[in-house]
């Protein structure tokens, strides 16, 4: 038999890994994904994904930098697949299952979806004879469901190309506090901050020490503009030198590798954040249109519900009001942009698309995964 000929043989492909995005990227791919979604439906349905991995990470007792990992798949994932294919759902519970890989954390498929039903459906726990609440669902629907975690996981592993590298901006917040001299409270409360962040993209457009410093100079923006929040006058004396340090330009940038201009805009990502949980703490969707599906999914046909109890963003002690006056202020002392260096002809998403999810388990073609392009260092 004659060997078949190259025009014969499935195609070759190479992805490769984008430990981080530009602002321009991240633009483009969520413009590109969000398909008929405005931006602001998009925000939404991102923090009902982040919340519901939140709520169930917290029932698993998972350590947080297991969700807080997840949530960044979560947010890759969709910069490479529209949301209209998938289910929040299967995503957020495939993150939260490749995160305790990454982690060493590892819980299997099954117990993951348990404990996401009693988090989905609390009416049908409270009625559970089990110690841990567990519902006893139907055993086709938990196998279903468990075959569709398993699908988005190959996706998930594919747009990290199977880099399970994972650097955290936690210890950062603390050792670089430490060398700032910010007090304990003020250490805790950019951790807090820290932990916000990975509701937004700042953590796959920054390295995890840029998101450290974001968060430890809007921590100090925030005790600084309304001192009577704070416990002692302590923590808004080092909030305000804090933020005349970084703040401005100075040696700090060549010592921590980082921009003033990069910091103001986390730091204003991090307060619309604020602005959004203080305007609207249940942080609902948008009204039901006939269009939209039901509020009250069922376990076979679940999609983005309005009224989930993991949608709200934790409490701030601040008021709408005061966030914007903050705001305000930063744009008359701030530094302009960074001018950005703009999409390049290459489309990060270009070889992914929802009609992967047909092929899996298919030998279509080969496909190498590689780490960096040839001379570029990550």
């Known amino acids: 038999m004659d060997p078949p000929s190259p025009s014969q043989l499935p195609p070759s492909s190479s992805k490769y890994h984008h430990p981080y995005f530009t602002p321009a990227e991240v633009e483009y791919l969520s413009e590109k994904q969000r398909g008929k979604l405005s931006a602001t439906q998009e925000e939404k349905a991102r923090q009902q994904g982040c919340g519901f991995i939140e709520a169930v990470g917290a029932k698993v007792g998972f350590p947080r930098k297991t969700v ?15 949301r209209k294919d998938f289910n929040y759902h299967d995503v957020s519970l495939a993150s939260l299952y490749v995160s305790t890989k990454m982690h060493d954390t590892l819980k299997k498929p099954r ?84 932990v916000d962040s990975h509701r937004t993209l700042v953590p796959i457009q920054y390295p995890p020490h840029v998101v450290a410093l974001g968060c430890l100079y809007t921590a100090s923006l925030l005790s600084s503009i309304d001192p009577s929040l704070l416990p002692d006058q302590s923590s808004a004396n080092d909030g305000t030198k804090i933020s005349g340090i970084l703040g401005k330009k100075g040696g700090w940038e060549q010592k921590f590798v980082a921009q003033v201009e990069d910091l103001e805009e986390i730091a204003h990502t991090l ?87 047909a092929l899996l388990g298919r030998n279509e073609g080969t496909v190498r995964f590689r780490c960096c392009r040839t001379g570029r260092v990550i």
């Open 68 to 82: 807080a990992t997840a949530q960044n798949l979560y947010h890759r994932f969709h910069l490479f697949f529209p």
């Open 111 to 194: 117990e993951i979806l348990m404990v996401s039903y009693a988090v989905r459906f609390p009416e049908l726990a409270a009625k559970s004879k089990s110690i841990g609440g567990e519902i006893d669902m139907d055993p086709a629907t938990a196998e279903h469901d468990r075959q569709r975690l398993l699908a988005v996981e190959r996706l998930i592993l594919e747009t990290i190309c199977f880099n399970f590298t994972s650097r955290m901006p936690f210890p950062y917040v603390i050792k670089i506090g430490k060398i700032l001299g910010a007090s304990k409270k003020m250490i805790k409360l950019a951790w807090r901050l820290t």
């Open 271 to 357: 307060i619309d954040l604020l602005i959004q949980a203080a305007q609207n703490p249940s942080a609902n969707t948008s009204p039901s249109t006939p269009q939209s599906p039901s509020p009250h999914p069922s376990p076979r046909n679940q999609h983005f519900s309005a009224n989930a109890p993991y949608t709200q963003l934790p409490p701030v002690p601040y008021k709408a009001d005061q966030l914007m006056r903050l705001k305000i202020l930063m744009r008359e002392t701030e530094y302009p942009a960074l001018p950005r260096q703009p999409l390049g002809n290459a489309d990060p998403s270009a070889l992914y698309s929802g009609d992967d999810v």
